[in-house]
């Protein structure tokens, strides 16, 4: 009856650990978008504008969210391709080795077109000082 007991007992205690684990696997969400700052500097002879070198990562099948940025922006795609959908513009796809120029406050959505391979840009940006960095757009 103890052996029976202690059986039980232990069963209990893994399934319940196990569920535990399980229900944070399932919730645990990937960043659809990671920034990731190298660089934020002032630059001289530039007033009111930060200098900035980041690495942006799209995981695989997300996107941005429309939004714009304080500044200009060029973006070296590093690893995977992306599909830029520009206010007012037909929607361009870029693959590794591709170099993208934003202008300020231009409104944009960017998609990882790949449901395994995200995307990585090393992003140049001379951003207005106090802004912030993303803008959403509704």
Known sequence: M???LLMLSVSLVAGIVLGM????ALNAQQQAVKRTVLLKTDLEGIEGRDGNVVIVEIAPGAE???HYHPGHEIAY???GSATVEIEGKKPVTYKRGAVVHLTPKQAHNVKNNSKTIPVKALVFAIYE???PEVTPVK
């Open 2 to 4: 103890k052996r029976r």
């Open 21 to 24: 684990i399980g229900y944070q």
């Open 64 to 66: 941005s969210g429309k």
């Open 77 to 79: 795609i590093q690893e």
């Open 129 to 131: 000082k106090g802004q």
